[in-house]
């Protein structure tokens, strides 16, 4: 069976590596913005799994088409696709198999966006900036300079971004992981940031909770399906003073923001991150700048 993703090389083609993808509402974001431009284009959904077919390309237990990480990469390279999202669980996987990164993926060590330099593949990192577009419009009214204290749950793709975002902006981090060698490792990789950055064991919860301003779940707890789950430990108090960030976007309210507000917090989900991200990733892609009103309207009738 042929690997082609039969795309058409006078579309603006654009897709999303990763697996499940079933949540996903980039597909939305993109048309919209193709859309109010004129453009002719689609965005597609490449489930890639963690160990695909080594042929490439085969049918999955819902009969859905799976793809080969490299092949779909190739296409790119090839011109049939103008550029590529990544996400779980690809971020970091699909580093070596790039010819370049900018300055902010090497540094976070993550890439969700990919696009062609020329005969180079080069990942980018929008979930950076793209959270720190967002995130202030949370705290801004909210935290004073001396109160930058930050809580990330997790230590993957997503928290590296959040945490090299914060940290170029003056926080001071705190990663709980339920690995402890998973949050030192990141702390590790942010060395030059030593004196604003330490690691917990979420099962040790970190001393330093009453002290953070800033909460981010950067962990899928809480993603459709598992919309009952919660990476908040049951019977901890919130920070009396915090604001709370969650990454997940599908539920549009999660228990983790239900649980934030009925303790008279200020909470979000990663709604506003997705469109800036991809805003951010469009541009890459496009050399135009796509309106984020137009992205988030046509996903906020979303389910």
Do not use: C
């Not at 193709?34 to 490449?46: D, P, T």
């Not at 296409?75 to 370049?100: C, F, M, W, Y």
């Amino acid at each position: 069976m042929s690997t082609a993703l039969d795309v058409k090389r006078d579309l603006y083609s654009f897709g999303l590596i990763g697996f499940p993808l079933g949540h996903s509402l980039s597909p939305q974001i993109h048309a919209a913005a193709l859309q109010a431009l004129g453009l002719n284009g689609e965005y597609k959904l490449l489930p890639v799994p963690p160990s695909p077919s080594p042929r490439g390309r085969g049918n999955g237990a819902e009969g859905k088409t799976l793809y080969k990480l490299e092949n779909v990469l190739e296409q790119l390279r090839a011109g049939e696709l103008r550029g590529l999202n990544a996400t779980i669980p690809h971020k970091q996987s699909v580093i070596p198999l790039l010819d370049a990164l900018t300055p902010t993926a090497k540094a976070v060590g993550a890439v969700n966006t990919i696009f062609r330099d020329g005969e180079l593949l080069v990942g980018d990192n929008t979930d950076a900036p793209g959270f720190w577009a967002d995130v202030q419009q949370l705290v801004k009214s909210r935290e004073r300079e001396a109160d930058h204290h930050a809580l990330i749950l997790g230590a993957g793709g997503s928290a590296r971004a959040v945490a090299y975002a914060l940290l170029t902006n003056g926080y001071f981090v705190t990663i709980a992981a339920r690995k402890s060698e998973k949050a030192h490792q990141l702390t590790d990789q942010y060395s030059v940031f030593r004196g604003q950055l330490a690691a917990s064991d979420m099962n040790d919860w970190p001393a330093s909770i009453s002290h953070s301003s800033l909460i981010v779940n950067a962990t899928p707890v809480g993603m459709f399906p598992h919309v009952d789950h919660s990476p908040w430990p049951e019977g901890v108090p919130f920070p009396e003073h915090a604001s709370v960030y969650d990454l997940v976007y599908n539920p549009r309210e999660t228990l983790l923001t239900r649980q934030a507000r009925a303790a008279g917090l200020p909470a979000t989900t990663g709604l506003g991150m997705l469109v800036e991200q991809a805003a951010l990733a469009f541009k890459r892609w496009t050399g135009l700048e796509a309106s984020r009103e137009v992205m988030m309207k046509a996903v906020e009738g979303q389910p």
